[in-house]
């Protein structure tokens, strides 16, 4: 094992401790090691030049040629420089290394040597010879590139068992400075054919072009002009192709979808869907695959093909545009056609020169749901606009028996109760908005990405979206009537349509024909208990949270004691009770019973009727002091229930006494449960005793979750912490400003 060998150096004298901590951050004890040398410790001296230093070095090793040479450090390989000297610390672990742009110049020179072994052998090391960053760029600048991809171009039957890496090292070069410029659009084609000819190299390929399209215009200007959907429909149906390369292929696909210009995209999005390439993912990536392995990916293809629909939300209609003014012809005749007026008329009969007539006398517009005076003038509202248009006319041209059965269903309902459906639309268009994660957020490839849920049934369809639209509006329909919704309650239905068509949805359901099923099972009862019970788990999950249950525990004594003091207003507000006696029958068949404000003594008396006042305190004669009872005594404990002719256990849930002085009691029968209860515990809280009636446990435990909930709704749908936030030290001072009205800006 080598060993350190220190370089004798003068010790620093100093009388002054200042002066020592000046020079030791002057002066740094490094490490220095290099190939086939005993690594050596040395004084890093800060204020001599980096060559110097080097010379120095090398001069101690016997190094000839010190100008080839710098410092690296030996564990992150980052080159030292007269800029970066300055991170240097004492402890450092440095080695000297020949120059950059020395070694690239070498390295450039073998690759485009006339001996083709010495460049194959060459290629495969590439990745180990040119790993830093500052290596790469210089290979750059030197032109490196257009001789590695003019020698790939002549040997790529040679290189073939590395080129997989040669291409990985070259994506690394290119991201890594940005050197997109240097790759011809001879070699991107070569690429290109590579990407769906070879097995080997294919994920190789299709990942360089793919870095190339997030980077370059340039690079996708010739990307778009040379690759067809026929390419990828070939590669995603080839059997012999590795899953690797299927998923480094869609990966490209989505990247040259999202890069490409709304034209070059729309057509590219019609070959997709003419040539069945949802399906193929379908078939070929995803049923062969782990689909949360790929959900990234998926997500990210199914949110490219539905950016036009993020992009068309926030379209108006408009009138000058001869395929806008097309769609609405189109829409409104259709919507006749399902009130029994004329035949509907295609989108592709109609030529772009047809004139729009702004009036659509034979249509009932209040029947079709329409607010505004002109139709056009609808839909140049936003967020909707020409989607909800275009949508719309889908439904009614597409989906012809299923709008029928919208306007018939209006037909038995009073114009408050109608479905309006223009407005439905609307709302069915922000509904699948939120739940495909479409708007402002979503029109990056990012945001598509991380807001659009992946959806078997998205490869099922090549009208996925406007299919799930007349889908949804089919639901809105059925739920408005379930609900007996007014055309006021548009947004309530809205918000229940929404909840149904997220639950379905993260079913992933195969096909959009079971998830129309799916939907069409989700009735509105079910749906209410299933909010229900995602509301009841959501309380309780939180009630059960440490936090509230210490809240509840501050709570609870305020709670007890306001139902306390509510069955203390039932004894305040009095009660009357059937009359007893042990031998002979009273006078009176009632008797009434009153406390006093003061909560000290009860009153009661004889009573010949039963009135629906309270009896005054003057008319009740006799009194008993709560300081003079002994015992509250419950059911068949209670002398009158044992004197009784009826059984005990008749009696047992609705009888009590107070045994009060020696042997003298006073008897309380009641068949109100309510009643009972409230007089045993106003009592029983007189008494000084336990409160423990089921009746006033249920009570308190009601009143304290609602209270729990009404303090709790700042924080609805957030999630409470285990361990409350630290409290902050206390100022220095309590010197604290006020601002005055001067202090404000004007």
Wanted: aromatic share 8%.
């Amino acid at each position: 094992m080598n060993t350190l060998r220190r370089q004798s150096t003068k010790p620093i004298s100093s009388d002054k401790f200042g002066a020592a901590a000046v020079a030791s951050a002057v002066i740094l004890k490094v490490a220095v090691q290099t190939d086939g040398q005993q690594p050596l410790l040395y004084e890093f001296n800060q204020k001599q030049p980096l060559v110097a230093i080097i010379r120095d070095v090398c001069s101690k090793w016997a190094l000839t040629h010190p100008d080839k040479y710098c410092f690296q450090h030996s564990d992150t390989k980052e080159f030292i420089t007269e800029k970066t000297r300055h991170q240097l610390k004492n402890g450092a672990l440095l080695r000297i290394a020949e120059l950059p742009k020395i070694t690239v110049k070498e390295v450039i020179a073998r690759i485009g040597a006339k001996d083709d072994h010495d460049v194959v052998a060459t290629l495969g090391t590439l990745s180990q010879s040119l790993a830093e960053p500052e290596r790469l760029q210089e290979f750059i600048s030197l032109d490196g590139v257009q001789v590695l991809t003019s020698q790939i171009l002549k040997l790529s039957r040679l290189i073939e068992e590395s080129l997989p890496s040669t291409l990985q090292f070259l994506d690394k070069v290119v991201v890594q400075t940005q050197g997109w410029s240097s790759l011809t659009e001879q070699f991107i084609k070569y690429i290109i054919n590579l990407a769906f000819e070879s097995a080997r190299c294919g994920e190789a390929a299709f990942a360089l072009l793919e870095s190339g399209l997030s980077r370059s215009s340039a690079f996708v200007q010739v990307v778009t002009s040379s690759v067809t959907i026929a390419q990828l429909q070939a590669l995603f149906s080839r059997t012999e192709a590795s899953q690797d390369s299927k998923v480094a292929a869609l990966t490209f696909t989505t990247t040259l979808l999202n890069k490409c210009t709304s034209t070059q995209r729309h057509e590219l999005l019609s070959e997709v869907h003419k040539r069945h390439i949802p399906e193929l993912i379908q078939k070929t990536i995803v049923a062969k695959a782990n689909a949360n392995e790929l959900s990234s990916q998926l997500s990210a293809f199914q949110g490219v093909c539905l950016l036009y629909a993020s992009k068309k939300i926030y379209t108006p209609y408009d009138r000058n545009n001869k395929t806008h003014q097309s769609f609405l012809l189109s829409f409104m005749m259709a919507c006749q056609a399902s009130m029994g007026r004329i035949r509907p008329v295609g989108i592709g009969s109609l030529s772009a020169s047809s004139e729009l007539s702004e009036e659509f006398p034979d249509v009932d517009t209040s029947r079709m749901g329409l607010l505004k005076a002109e139709p056009a003038e609808e839909f140049e509202e936003v967020p909707g606009g020409l989607l909800a248009l275009e949508c719309l006319a889908h439904f009614a041209l597409n989906w012809s028996d299923e709008c029928d059965q919208h306007f018939v269903s209006n037909l038995s309902r009073t114009a408050v109760q109608q479905c309006p459906f223009v407005r439905v639309g609307f709302a069915t268009i922000r509904i699948l908005a939120d739940v495909l994660g479409l708007g402002e957020q979503a029109h990056t490839l990012a945001g598509l990405a991380a807001s659009s849920p992946h959806l078997k049934s998205f490869y099922t369809s090549r009208t996925y979206f406007e299919d799930l639209f007349s889908v949804t509006m089919q639901l809105f329909n059925k739920t408005w009537r379930e609900m007996g919704a007014l055309a006021v309650d548009v947004d309530k239905v809205a918000a229940v349509v929404k909840r149904q068509l997220s639950l379905v949805l993260k079913q992933d359901l195969p096909d959009l024909t079971a998830v129309k099923a799916g939907l069409m099972e989700m009735n509105y009862s079910k749906i209410s208990s299933v909010i229900e019970e995602e509301k009841s788990r959501v309380d309780d999950a939180t009630s059960q949270s440490r936090p509230a249950k210490e809240l509840a525990s501050r709570i609870r004594p305020t709670v007890v004691e306001l139902v306390k003091s509510q069955r203390l207003n039932v004894l305040q507000a009095g009660g009357f009770f059937p009359n007893w006696k042990e031998k002979e029958k009273k006078k009176s068949s009632m008797w009434y019973c009153r406390l006093h404000p003061n909560h000290m003594v009860l009153h009661w008396a004889e009573c010949e009727t039963v009135g629906n006042t309270p009896v005054p305190y003057d008319q009740l004669t006799n009194k008993i002091l709560l300081s003079d009872v002994r015992e509250l005594l419950i059911g068949k404990d209670c002398p009158h229930v044992k004197s009784s002719s009826k059984k005990p256990g008749a009696l047992s849930n609705s009888a009590f006494a107070l045994m009060y002085n020696n042997d003298e009691y006073l008897g309380f029968l009641t068949e109100d449960e309510r009643v009972f209860a409230s007089w045993v515990d106003g009592l029983r809280g007189l008494l000084k005793q336990n409160m423990n009636e089921p009746s006033f446990v249920r009570d308190v435990d009601m009143i304290l979750e609602m209270e729990l909930k009404i303090r709790l709704l700042a924080v609805e749908n957030a999630q409470i912490p285990e361990q409350s936030p630290p409290i902050p030290a206390d100022p220095e001072d309590m010197d604290f400003h006020y601002k005055s009205e001067n202090d404000f800006p004007p």
